[in-house]
């Protein structure tokens, strides 16, 4: 079985403002490289075969900074966006922790207007990991953007 290490993108004006980035393309602030680079030192004794992103600038950037001390180009693929939180993209976390609090449904099938649910960030995530896989060999080792684990 293929091992993918799921890493974080590094911080943004939006995290730090804590508003909604969801498909937003906000870039690394300067801390958030920095955690990148972090990041490289605590996985460079990992070998890794290859090496995957979103197509949105801080996840590319934060995966391209990690990649390159191993000389790995990132590939970026648009199923690993953030979820889009459609018209609250850009607006504060706490306006859609309200709508989740009072909703009584099934919170994993939940979307904003013009935006997509868990349920289906999930299958358009591990619909493209599974078409990745079948191109490794069962003990290859990838690096990830993490889009789906917070």
Same mark, same amino acid.
């Given at each position: 079985?293929? !091992?993918?290490?799921?890493? *974080?993108?590094?911080?943004?004006?939006?995290?730090?403002?804590?508003?909604?980035?969801?498909?937003?393309?906000?870039?690394?602030?300067?801390?958030?490289?920095?955690?990148?680079?972090?990041?490289?030192? !605590?996985?460079?004794?990992?070998?890794? %075969?290859?090496? /995957?992103?979103?197509?949105?600038?801080?996840? /590319?950037?934060?995966?391209?900074?990690?990649?390159?001390?191993? &000389?790995?180009?990132?590939?970026?693929?648009?199923?690993? !966006? %953030?979820?889009?939180?459609?018209?609250?993209?850009?607006?504060?976390?706490? @306006?859609? *922790?309200?709508?989740?609090?009072?909703?009584?449904? &099934? !919170?994993?099938?939940?979307?904003? %207007?013009?935006?997509?649910?868990?349920?289906?960030?999930?299958?358009?995530?591990?619909?493209?990991? @599974? %078409?990745?896989?079948?191109?490794?060999?069962? &003990? @290859?080792?990838?690096?990830?953007?993490?889009?789906?684990?917070?």
């Amino acid at each position: 079985m293929v !091992r993918a290490v799921l890493i *974080r993108h590094g911080e943004t004006e939006h995290n730090k403002d804590n508003a909604i980035t969801g498909q937003l393309d906000v870039r690394l602030n300067k801390f958030g490289v920095e955690q990148a680079k972090k990041a490289t030192g !605590r996985l460079e004794n990992w070998s890794f %075969e290859a090496a /995957y992103s979103s197509d949105l600038e801080r996840t /590319y950037e934060t995966v391209r900074i990690i990649a390159e001390r191993h &000389d790995l180009h990132p590939e970026a693929f648009e199923e690993f !966006r %953030e979820i889009a939180f459609g018209e609250f993209d850009g607006r504060p976390k706490d @306006d859609w *922790r309200e709508i989740v609090r009072d909703h009584d449904g &099934d !919170r994993h099938n939940l979307k904003a %207007e013009k935006g997509e649910s868990l349920a289906e960030v999930g299958e358009r995530f591990v619909g493209k990991l @599974d %078409e990745i896989e079948e191109n490794h060999n069962q &003990d @290859d080792q990838m690096l990830l953007e993490d889009t789906v684990s917070r």
